[in-house]
């Protein structure tokens, strides 16, 4: 009689037949896996470095079955309290061989090829081995802190297109033993006793995986102001000064904050003609089209360049009553009072509107003797001789 065991896994049950594992369902993404060991070293005088990972436990996979050109992935170890401090190693497309159980990777030039990853072996629901020649980054000259170290195998698996990352936590607070040692050829970090735990994501409320902040900077989405950063793309401003993101500011020659193009536009002063914006009010000619900033003109229907009222006014046509001026020039009444053009009356002393002279003629009262006239209707004579009453 063969002997059959069922092994339940987050997300996953898979059935053990004859040496053979068989995914009955999909499996998680994110799990946490028991981490066995890491050893990490580096000969500071050959500059020789050696890296090895070990987790275990039912939750090791890859996704469904695929071919080798299907898989690729990555292994990062880095401190909880110094995040930044990181090792990032690629296990690159196409790996060796892949079965139902066991999907291999070798690199027999590291550090040199693709990766300094020598090799990788996944077994599924048992053991994920990871080897190399290269620390990715990783500074072990200084022994963690408190927070520990973390170690997060990750796998693409092109063939059904998911993403698998398999996380251990080494840290004396959960029974880990973690050995640093320094000697006169370099150095080496030893953990071993991994417990499992919860994917590094951008919205746990804690600051981990490559984040400068909590949830934010690295592969997370931009700081806040005022919050850690490692560079520009750390922040919304995208200006990081001495760590910590800086407020965005209409002087720091960037297009960042409500800016619609480089330190114009939004709440800074109005863009050039030409430059980006999204509305009228970026711009210095207040008028926005196909998304740039245009030229002033007498016809845009908007107040901007010298005009005193809306296309009029100061080098534009005169501006009828009720826009604004500078002068009476500016008005087609020629009054101009507290800034405002005012409509042609028969007492404002200005001959305007259809008076044929100042405050008489046409639809005002006629005009006397002497006075300019159209027609003798005109004139008080009803005598208009040669353009005069």
Known sequence: MTCRKIVPILGAVAIVS?????????????????????????????GKQKLKSVQKGGNVHVGATTTPANLSGQLEIYYVDAPANKAVLAIPAPWTS?????ARYKNSLAP???????????????????????????????????GGVITVLTVQNAGDASTHRMCSLYALGNGSVITHKVNSTGYKLTLKKGVETACPACADGIKNGN?????????????????TCNGAADCLS??????VCQPALCTDGLRNGTESDVDCGGTCPGCPNGADCTSGTDCQSLV???????????SDGVKNGSETGVDCGNGCPDCPAGQ??????????????????QSALCSDGVQNGNETDVDCGGSCP????????????????????GGVC
């Open 98 to 102: 892949v079965s139902p159980t066991v």
């Open 211 to 227: 984040e400068t902040a909590i949830d934010c900077g690295g592969s997370c989405g931009p700081c806040d102001d005022g919050e």
């Open 18 to 46: 004859a040496g053979l594992w068989i995914a009955v369902t999909s499996w998680a993404s994110d799990v946490g896996v028991l981490g066995s060991a890491v050893s990490l070293s580096s000969v500071t005088i050959t």
């Open 324 to 341: 604004g001026c500078d002068s009476s020039d500016d008005c087609v009444s020629n009054v101009c009072t507290g800034g405002i053009c």
């Open 288 to 298: 926005c089209t196909g998304g740039a900033c245009q030229p002033t003109q007498c």
């Open 112 to 146: 040199a090829g693709p990766t300094p990853v020598r090799t990788a072996v996944i077994s599924t629901g048992r053991v994920a081995k990871v080897t190399g020649k290269g620390l990715g980054g990783l500074d072990i000259a200084t022994p963690p802190g408190a």
């Open 238 to 243: 995208a200006v990081c000064t001495s760590g």
């Open 366 to 385: 006629d005009c006397a003797n002497g006075k300019h006239c159209s027609i003798a209707g005109d004139c008080q004579s009803a005598v208009c001789t």
